[in-house]
């Protein structure tokens, strides 16, 4: 088997996704340079986290951690990139799995019933060929063990994209933009939101929206990366 991996690698080397060196056999995805690298928030080893505090009032909320800080022109941003944008979904449950592992030890998915990835509209998916978010939860879900509830909330209409949107803009886009298919399933529940960035917040929060008024509902969130200062 070891041969024909190596055939394989000979006529079809893997690359960095960041900086493009090839990949040793070990490495998948990123190299161990560029993982090492990668911009972590640490956010959930942070009592009252600055993302926490940005999404405090807006919903039922048990906490918040993003995996990596966002900015124009760093590595995360190739991350990001190539997820959503190059057709790369096995890097998705690769990521998925990463955050898992890092925040795993810290109890962050302790008391969690499900995992609910953010949704997108159905043409964009199929235009995409998958949803980013979803490939992050199900890569959580491989290491924590955490079902992931699919398809229970929906994007009832396309939005325009919001990367070039300024604050106001992007809640507005936002608005009655989710609903619920299933609000019993989520009664008494601990859910966990994933998505890959978040900015404003406007997002999450209208996804959660949709949730409004299941008793005894809690909801934390975790996404790929944070935008903006920590």
């Known amino acids: 088997m070891s041969i024909w991996i190596d055939l394989w690698e000979l006529f079809f080397p893997r690359y960095c996704v960041v900086c493009g060196r090839r990949l040793l056999k070990a490495e998948e995805h990123l190299c161990v340079r560029c993982m090492t690298r990668l911009p972590r928030t640490r956010l959930h080893l942070q009592a009252d986290n600055k993302m926490e505090k940005d999404l405090w009032g807006k919903m039922s909320l048990g906490r918040a951690s993003a995996f990596l800080h966002y900015t124009q022109g760093d590595d995360s941003r190739k991350v990001l990139y190539e997820l959503k944008y190059y057709g790369n979904s096995r890097l998705g449950i690769f990521l998925g799995r990463l955050m898992a592992n890092e925040l795993r030890a810290s109890g962050f ?101 949709a949730l409004l008024g299941i008793p005894n509902l809690r909801i934390s969130v975790l996404t790929l990366a944070l935008a903006g200062d920590l």
């Open 109 to 209: 998915f302790q008391g969690i019933d499900c995992i609910v990835p953010v949704p997108l509209h159905e043409k964009k998916e199929r235009q995409r060929g998958y949803n980013q978010s979803e490939m992050l939860a199900n890569g959580i879900s491989a290491v924590t063990g955490i079902p992931v509830f699919n398809k229970l909330i929906v994007r009832t209409r396309q939005t325009e994209t919001q990367t070039h949107k300024g604050r106001a803009a992007r809640w507005e886009n936002m608005q009655d933009v989710f609903g619920c298919t299933s609000p019993e399933a989520f009664q008494s529940k601990h859910i966990l939101l994933v998505d890959d960035v978040m900015t404003t917040g406007a997002t999450l929060v209208a996804c959660a929206d």
